[in-house]
């Protein structure tokens, strides 16, 4: 059974700082890819905040460019996002993704992890 736990959220006030952490377990084969999405408040749809691909290629939404940085451990099967300079506006639920997009394919997604920061 696959797991995506996270772990680093909480409250935070603006300008502060934030790293969360999210460990996959029962992955098989590796992931093309881990990242991080987040549900705004008010918001439907989950948008990308920042990717990190087997590879080590990264990709962030551009709200996040320079503040934030992904890294991950792709034979681990974890990823990390240090978030800096936090702004209201980052206040979400923020999701660890795990895809595979070759043979056994695969998309997880973690329970997700509060943040919020406080203007």
């Known amino acids: 059974q696959v797991h995506l736990v996270e772990s680093g959220g909480g409250l935070v006030q603006a300008g502060g700082s934030l790293r969360l952490s999210c460990a996959a377990s029962g992955l098989t084969f590796s992931p093309s890819s881990m990242g991080w999405y987040r549900e705004a408040p008010g918001k439907q749809q989950r948008e990308l905040v920042a990717t990190i691909t087997r590879g080590g290629r990264t990709n962030y939404a551009e709200s996040v460019k320079g503040r934030f940085t992904i890294s991950g451990d792709n034979a681990k099967r974890t990823v990390t996002l240090q978030m800096n300079s936090l702004k209201s506006e980052d206040t979400a639920v923020y999701c660890c993704?795990?895809?595979?997009?070759?043979?056994?394919?695969?998309?997880?997604w973690g329970q997700g992890t509060q943040v919020t920061v406080s203007s």
């Open positions: 993704n795990a895809v595979r997009e070759e043979i056994y394919p695969y998309n997880y």
